[in-house]
């Protein structure tokens, strides 16, 4: 019932959309801005924002982290957010982390804040996902041909810098925003000594010894950067309890790529953990190495 | 006899893993050369199966056309809709796609991968080869243990700039307003 009820809860997070009064979109970011800010209101205006044969493809997950792909024509998505709209307020709060065009064809990649405030109890949700959106030019109007739609894992929660309020601009920025950001730990997440902890749910994130200058060296050294790069491809390091790094998911790192990161933990010194509950708790960081 | 039946065993799987059958696709890379792989195959039913194996069910196909004189011509099919209608230009060209470069987006379970690639095509009745560079913009999604193609978005390059232009990058960190 429980996971239903989450599953039924990201979905609708997944579905929030928007509507715009008929006007001429000029470049693909008015497109794209017009359908994330526009309130949820009229049956169809989300419709009219897509190209004929449009799909919306998205990845949700329960509580244990089990995954689901739907995917929905614009009509089926418009009708979803029409009646997700009945029951919540909802906002959304998109943020573009990469855009690619190249003459009538748009790519942009961004992560989305989602919430939802359900209207009967007040009972506010919210949520992250990223979206990737295509978009054609028609008639000197931009439509969304495909969006691409993940949603926040419970259990793999977006890195802090690919969304809104964690936003850092370098290496050695994240780190310092990301312990500025930690001083108010979040609420909710109970203490568990076998948990892999993300840096925001902790009271304290993990520290590298010495200053951020030679941090930032060592990023530079391997390759490495904090921040979602082109060219880059995601990894992640935990920092245990005792302050050790080691490489805990490299996905779709190459051989080289590996041999690289492996290098890049090796070299490090050891860690001031992450605290939670007063405990040292593991914690994990996602950085990015080149390709 | 029995190392021929093997050797041969050998070849028929190995051709079978060509084709792109029997792939984990557990990789970006194992799914996008798939993807040019069944576009090169000629004959329709295998190119049908091909495709069966990569993409989601509802997956599609949009493609943008440019033009020098005229608005560009866009239009997205479901890829068995696509098969049946390029049916006609499989029986007169051999089509390869060589890839040129590429750039992925990537978090959890979506991924998109930019490539430029080069396309040739080759006139069966003259010999001739046509190219044409398109930029490919695929958007994947991972379950089941691998990855699905839930989308295709090509252009082709224009007469007004490099299709290299398309991997450029911009407007890091725009926030709607």
């Known amino acids: 019932m429980r996971r239903n009820f989450t599953l039924h809860l990201l979905f609708l997070a997944f579905l929030v959309g928007t509507a715009y009064s008929v006007h001429s979109q000029n470049a693909p970011l008015d497109s794209y801005d017009a359908f994330y800010l526009e309130p949820i209101e009229i049956k169809g205006n989300v419709e009219r924002h897509f190209s004929d044969g449009a799909r919306i493809s998205t990845m949700i997950y329960d509580s244990t982290g089990n995954s689901q792909n739907i995917t929905l024509t614009a009509k089926e998505y418009?009708?979803?957010?029409?009646?997700?709209?009945?029951?919540?307020?909802?906002?959304?709060?998109?943020?573009?982390?990469?855009?690619?065009?190249?003459?009538?064809?748009?790519?942009?990649?961004?992560?989305?804040?989602?919430?939802?405030?359900?209207?009967?109890?007040?009972?506010?949700?919210?949520?992250?996902?990223?979206?990737?959106?295509?978009?054609?030019?028609?008639?000197?109007?931009?439509?969304?041909?495909?969006?691409?739609?993940?949603?926040?894992s419970p259990i793999d929660p977006l890195p802090a810098h690919l969304v809104q309020d964690k936003a850092a601009i370098s290496a050695s920025a994240a780190v310092e925003k990301e312990n500025n950001d930690l001083a108010t730990p979040k609420e909710g997440i109970p203490y568990d000594s076998a948990k892999v902890y993300h840096?925001?749910?902790?009271?304290?994130?993990?520290?590298?010894?010495?200053?951020?200058?030679?941090?930032?060296?060592?990023?530079?050294?391997?390759q490495v950067t904090t921040i979602a790069?082109?060219?880059?491809?995601?990894?992640?390091?935990?920092?245990?309890?005792?302050?050790?790094?080691?490489?805990?998911?490299?996905?779709?790192?190459?051989?080289?790529?590996?041999?690289?990161?492996?290098?890049?933990?090796?070299?490090?010194?050891?860690?001031?953990?992450?605290?939670?509950?007063?405990?040292?708790?593991?914690?994990?960081?996602?950085?990015?190495i080149h390709d | 006899m029995t190392k021929s039946l093997s050797i041969l065993i050998v070849m028929v799987l190995c051709c079978r893993v060509g084709d792109g059958f029997g792939q984990t696709y557990s990789s970006i890379d194992d799914i996008v050369q798939a993807y040019y792989k069944a576009v090169s195959i000629g004959e329709k039913e295998s190119r049908m199966a091909a495709y069966e194996?990569?993409?989601?069910?509802?997956?599609?196909?949009?493609?943008?056309?440019?033009?020098?004189?005229?608005?560009?011509?866009?239009?997205?099919?479901?890829?068995?809709?696509?098969?049946?209608?390029?049916?006609?230009?499989?029986?007169?060209?051999?089509?390869?796609?060589?890839?040129?470069?590429?750039?992925?987006?990537?978090?959890?379970?979506?991924?998109?991968?930019?490539?430029?690639?080069?396309?040739?095509?080759?006139?069966?009745?003259?010999?001739?080869?046509?190219?044409q560079f398109l930029w490919i913009d695929f958007d994947l999604v991972y379950f089941d243990d691998r990855w699905y193609i839930s989308a295709i978005n090509w252009i082709d390059q224009s007469s007004r700039q490099p299709i290299q232009n398309a991997l450029l990058t911009d407007t890091l960190w725009h926030q709607s307003e």
């Open chain 1, 78 to 152: 418009d009708e979803q957010l029409f009646m997700a709209n009945a029951d919540f307020i909802v906002t959304r709060t998109p943020e573009v982390l990469i855009y690619r065009a190249y003459e009538d064809l748009a790519s942009v990649y961004s992560s989305v804040k989602i919430e939802l405030v359900d209207r009967e109890s007040g009972e506010a949700y919210s949520t992250y996902s990223v979206q990737s959106m295509k978009l054609v030019r028609k008639f000197d109007d931009w439509y969304i041909t495909h969006l691409n739609i993940q949603n926040e």
């Open chain 1, 199 to 222: 840096v925001r749910d902790v009271d304290e994130p993990p520290v590298y010894p010495g200053d951020v200058a030679s941090y930032k060296n060592m990023l530079d050294q391997f």
């Open chain 1, 229 to 288: 790069t082109p060219g880059y491809t995601p990894f992640i390091i935990t920092i245990g309890e005792d302050g050790l790094a080691s490489l805990s998911y490299v996905h779709d790192l190459s051989g080289f790529q590996i041999s690289r990161a492996e290098s890049f933990v090796r070299s490090m010194l050891i860690w001031y953990p992450g605290i939670k509950d007063a405990a040292s708790v593991k914690c994990k960081i996602i950085l990015y």
């Open chain 2, 53 to 131: 194996d990569i993409f989601i069910p509802s997956g599609t196909i949009t493609s943008v056309k440019t033009s020098a004189t005229k608005p560009s011509s866009v239009k997205t099919l479901s890829w068995g809709d696509l098969i049946r209608e390029t049916a006609p230009f499989y029986s007169d060209f051999e089509i390869n796609l060589i890839e040129n470069e590429r750039e992925v987006d990537y978090y959890l379970d979506i991924a998109t991968a930019h490539t430029l690639v080069n396309q040739r095509s080759l006139q069966k009745s003259t010999g001739k080869t046509y190219s």
